[in-house]
């Protein structure tokens, strides 16, 4: 009776991170590197420890919404958790949006600031979710090139001072819809102050932001997405009074529990328009571009920071006389979930490479129409991706993954919001295909995978390289031909983006595997190489007959 189970332990999350040290030191020049690398390892430290303990005794805190101060005012005041308000600070203090505005590593800055969300994430409880939208906002205000928003809001949003540093909302989804905000019912009307906003947001989730981007109808513009515009607003004015707008609750959800996630009414907001009165869906993309990105890189963390508890426990848990470790049979389903963390890394990191270099003026029209269609394949494969290594991972634990004060649900919990916002699986493989579609998209991509399969000259990566080029070659296939057939061709859109990603991921995988051949780092990554290529990378099935969904779903 007197048996103890060690709990799993985290060290420093950069140094036992041998994929990102690889990655940083072929992607990086080396005064780059020499630059950044202090402050990672500084970030690893406080993730894999002080953070990490505080998001465990943290555990149970959760926002709160008052709406009614003790003398009948509406107030409305969300009280964070604890570790969301040191989340805040951190983030402030180590620029996790500024970075990349402040440029001081030019075209590189996106993967220093990407390397310091990969890292600090997986113990923040999610504040990724407003630092993305904020980040985003940023982008979009910078973009559409609104001088006086961007004197007024981007100091703010990039600021490292706490006290001064501002988060921003993204109020897209409305009860009639998120994937098609077309019939979007808030209406924007100009009155002698300037336009208000009169409406109802469904999902928001930086509901303590100090201002948003969100979209409306100004009065008299025509139904449909092109009627709607992209105005800014700011929460509360300069006495904390809010700004027309109520929340109504907060939504009780599966997982996020941290983000104060809220149902909003504006009645009356003040707002200003960013870029004219109309075309607001067109205007938010450099938005969801860059929380597409953060999701990616996020997705990537958390199958990290799952498989870093669980191949820590395997060395810690015995069963049958041996440490789990030592199983050949949990060796296997690690070492699985271990390749697919390994490409979703790649495939995340490539997508900010790309990000950067589009930012700092340095790409060429190729790189901008990768960058459009990796975008989205990278969201949606990584996602899907994150779910899955995390349910294996819990089930690695044993009961110990389905108990709440061990800390592990929450793994499970936070991943499977990662298909859904920012663009569900489908929702991304259909934009994903109309990427695709803008001339030269496919050759930039297949060039894209040619160049990583290309340099993988290795005997042992003959295998998993063939295995990629086929399943691209088998996509391009589809794509020329399936066309004709319209339902067959839209019920594949997702197995085509799937296999595109999937493809995309082992084709990195195969190029990374060989420059840490050549410069002498081991075998590891050819081993992630070759373990993916059996993972089920071309899914297109040109044998799948629609009429059965059909059948299967009752739809006559
Ligand atoms: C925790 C959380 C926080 C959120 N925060 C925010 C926020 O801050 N701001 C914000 O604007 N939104 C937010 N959202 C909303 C989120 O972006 C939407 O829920 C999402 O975009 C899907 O929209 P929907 O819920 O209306 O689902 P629907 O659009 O109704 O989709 C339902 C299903 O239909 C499928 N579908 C839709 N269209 C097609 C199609 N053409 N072909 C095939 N399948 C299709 C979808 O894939 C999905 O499976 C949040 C959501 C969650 C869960």
Redesign the pocket.
Known sequence: MSFLQEPPRLGNTYDADPLLREYLARALPPSALFAVEPELRYLGELSGGRLFRMQLEDRLNEPRLTQWDPWGRRSDAIELTPLWREAARLAAEHGLVAVPYEGKNGEFSRLHQMAMVYLLEPSMDVYSCPLA?TDGAARTLVDLGNGELVRRALPRLTSRDPARAWTS?????ERV????VSRTETVARLSPDGWRLYGTKW????TTAEMALTLARPEGNPVGSKGLALFYLETRDAEGRANGIAVNRL?D?LG?RK?P?AELTLDGARADPVAGLADGVRNIASLLNMTRLWNTVVAASGMRRALHLALDYSRRRTAFGERLAEKPLHRDTLASLEAEAEGAFLLAFRVAELQGRVEAGREGERDRLLLRVLTPLAKLTTGKQAVAVASEALEAFGGAGYVEDTGLPRLLRDAQ?LP????????LS?DALRALSTPGAVEALSEETERALGAARDPSLRGPAEAASRALANARGWLASARDAEEAFAAGTRRLALTLGRALELSLLCGHAQWCLDQGKGRRAAAAARRFSRQAVDLVDPGLDPADARLLCDVP
């Open positions: 939208m909302g993204q109020w897209m989804t819809g998120g994937s098609d999902f928001t989730s930086a939504k959800k996020t983000v996630t919001v859904i916002w920012e663009g569900t699986t489908n929702v259909l």
